[in-house]
């Protein structure tokens, strides 16, 4: 087999399109001030790929930049970009919660469940629209155990990665496998008993790698009311909210960098005493 003069692939680090990227402290001195500091998620665009959001809810104050919309037609699924309402009242709670964290991101609901809906095929029009329409980071509190549809979630998991996409993904409730929250190209979060919406953990024993807030839980709920509430699906907004801060501050981060982020902020991961230079220690 000849080898081409150049190998496939190796262009990207031909000396005149090589890219110079921001270096990041070592991780172990990564503070929240270096991750975020009063970032709000200014600018970022953020799916919730769920029901819907209700926009005149107390808690979202008309923050929707954008909405579209899958539902079941003939043969192919039929796409709409109108404004919609929450049909269930999960997306509610989710878009809620990742605004509580950052309240200027660009919110955009991505209805995916609900009357005409509910289906894997469906719920995978809504990640190609995230893919390809300049989404940063989507909030995925919904998953499927339907095995036929792995590939097809693996697939598209990996294209997210690969175009800087963050894919913040909830675990299944039960213990059986699902996806996409068990590939290792997204970031997957489970519930913790905590209340400090703030306080998250890491897992040193993947496939779910962060815990957060989701166990009796204030949310956000259809009809302008709240509910106490458990559930992963309300932790994984927690995690989606503080990306957003981070690629805020850090625009050009990549998911394998925001998942070591994460890891450093984590509340039981131990830091070192001596920070990197011009790095405050924690």
């Known amino acids: 087999m000849t080898v081409p003069q150049q ?47 209700e926009v005149d809810h107390p808690a979202i104050a008309g923050r929707v930049a954008g909405y579209v919309s899958f539902t079941k037609g ?30 200027d991101c660009d919110l955009y609901s991505v209805r995916v469940l609900g009357p005409g809906a509910s289906t894997a095929q469906i719920f ?44 913040v993904s909830a675990a299944n409730n039960f213990p059986i496998p699902s996806a996409p929250c068990e590939y290792a190209s997204v970031i997957s979060v489970a519930a913790h008993r905590g209340q400090d919406p703030s306080v998250f953990y890491y897992n040193p024993r993947p496939p779910v790698e962060f815990g957060a807030p989701g166990v009796d839980v204030r949310i956000a709920w259809k009809g302008g009311g709240w509910m106490t509430a458990s559930g992963n699906s309300f932790a994984a907004p927690h995690i989606t909210g503080i990306v957003a801060r981070i690629l805020e501050k850090h625009p050009r981060l990549t998911p394998f960098q925001v998942k070591g982020v994460l890891r450093a902020l984590s509340a039981n991961v131990e830091h070192a005493v001596a920070a990197a230079p011009g790095v405050a220690s924690r």
């Open 124 to 167: 995978l029009e809504g990640l190609r629209w995230v893919i390809e329409n300049g989404i940063q980071v989507a909030n995925l509190s919904l998953g499927t155990t339907k095995r036929e549809y792995f590939g097809q979630f693996y697939e598209i998991a990996d294209r997210a990665y690969f175009r800087n996409v963050i894919f």
């Open 7 to 53: 190998p496939a692939w190796s262009a990207a680090f031909d000396e005149d399109v090589l890219e110079s990227l921001e270096a990041i402290p070592p991780i172990e001195a990564i503070t929240p001030e270096w991750a975020f500091g009063d970032a709000t998620g200014r600018g970022v665009k953020v799916a919730v790929v769920d029901s819907g959001v």
């Open 74 to 103: 003939e043969e192919e699924p039929v796409t709409s970009t109108d404004p919609h309402d929450d049909a269930l009242g999960h997306g509610t709670a989710c878009a809620a919660t990742v605004l509580e964290h950052a309240s």
